[in-house]
């Protein structure tokens, strides 16, 4: 009999290892080992867990990536990049929040995750006073249009980081997920675009809905889209009430950030995802990485159970309060954990 067998519920929670579900996880609830590092590249270094948080305009942040149970005991490196940042200040400040998880199995995927995040805020910081207006302004096909293209040109960056590390392109990248967030009060514009798995939520109320924006169909009439699948936990619904965009016109780009970037480059890896909504007081956005979006959607009671702490009409937790929500153990999900929160006010 192993030593978890002995531990109960009651030890397992004052160990730090609260958990939904039928039973403990396997893994223990704290780290275990520590990654292996050479002398040299102790600059490589990831650590186990990065937090952080904000309040500006009608939102306040809540952001966390922690290493996943599984890496933990195995004392491999959190493959899950965060990143958060603030260019420009007063109500024209932009807030930027990226997420990555580097793919699978494949050596140094953990700085293909960094790397992502930090080219992609470069570009956006860069670009940080005409995105400001395009998002106060409401130009959604000019975000779309130019954060499509920027994002697979920072795709090709990361193929021309593949080469130098002498790994095979195809297999060394990472999918991400990005918000963007005016510091105006009067602007309750969250906007959400990336590439690759993870989740897009929004708590309204009592009720879950996935936002994840649906994948672009396919434009070869034999192409068969998947079918839906349903979500595992009925609090989680598909409720998007959001009307489709029309299609771009042809011709030259709108006015704003679009004008910005030229031609596309069709860098990455999986079909583009873009959301602009409107937060409404009392609701919880979140963007969460794919080792946090499927306990979401697959294990029994956490959706519930992180509905009743972060109940919009509820203060939003402290970091380390938010830290322990997001460590919410189940059985069977073992990865990394990134998440970033927004409570509207």
């Known amino acids: 009999m192993s030593v978890t067998d002995t531990l109960t519920d009651a030890d397992w929670a004052r160990r730090g290892g609260e958990f939904v579900g039928g039973g403990p996880p396997s893994y223990e609830a704290e780290p275990t080992a520590l ?36 890496p933990r005991y195995r004392g491999e490196q959190r493959r899950d990049a965060l990143l958060t940042a603030r260019f420009g200040g007063g109500e024209d400040a932009l807030v930027f929040v990226a997420a990555a998880t580097g793919a699978r199995g494949v050596p140094r995927t953990d700085r293909a995750a960094d ?20 998002i106060r302004t409401g130009r959604r096909a000019a975000l779309k249009g130019g954060l499509h293209r920027l994002t697979g040109r920072t795709y090709g960056l990361m193929r021309a980081q593949a080469e130098e590390f002498g790994v095979d392109p195809a297999g060394y990248t990472a999918g991400l997920r990005c918000l963007l967030l005016s510091a105006d009060p009067g602007c309750r514009t969250r906007v959400f675009f990336g590439t690759g798995p993870g989740g897009l939520f929004r708590l309204r109320g009592d ?55 030229d031609t596309p480059d069709p860098g990455e890896p999986a079909p583009f995802a873009f959301r602009a909504s409107e937060g409404r007081p009392g609701d919880v956005l979140l963007l969460c990485s794919p080792g946090f979006a499927e306990p979401l959607r697959g294990a029994p009671g956490l959706a519930a159970e992180l509905g009743e702490r972060w109940r919009g009409e509820e203060a939003p937790p402290g970091l380390a309060a938010f830290l322990g929500d997001v460590q919410l153990r189940a059985k069977g999900f073992a990865d990394d954990r990134t998440a970033a929160a927004l409570w509207e006010s």
């Not at 990654?35 to 952001?63: I, K, N, Q």
């Not at 790397?115 to 207006?133: D, F, H, N, Q, T």
């Not at 936002?211 to 396919?218: G, Q």
């Open 115 to 134: 790397s992502l995040v930090r080219w992609m805020g470069e570009a956006v910081g860069r670009s940080r006073a005409r995105l400001s207006e395009d």
């Open 207 to 261: 009720e879950w809905q996935d936002l994840e924006p649906a994948p672009p169909e396919e434009e070869t009439p034999q192409a068969q889209p998947p079918a839906p699948q349903p979500p595992a936990d009925p609090r989680l619904t598909v409720d998007l009430g959001v009307q489709p965009q029309r299609p771009a016109p042809a011709g030259p780009p709108p006015p704003g950030f679009g004008a910005l970037v």
């Open 35 to 70: 990654p292996e590092v050479a002398p040299g590249a102790l600059g490589d270094l990831v650590p186990d867990t990065v937090l952080d948080g904000a309040r500006y305009g009608s939102f306040t942040l809540r952001a966390v990536s922690t290493r996943g149970d599984s």
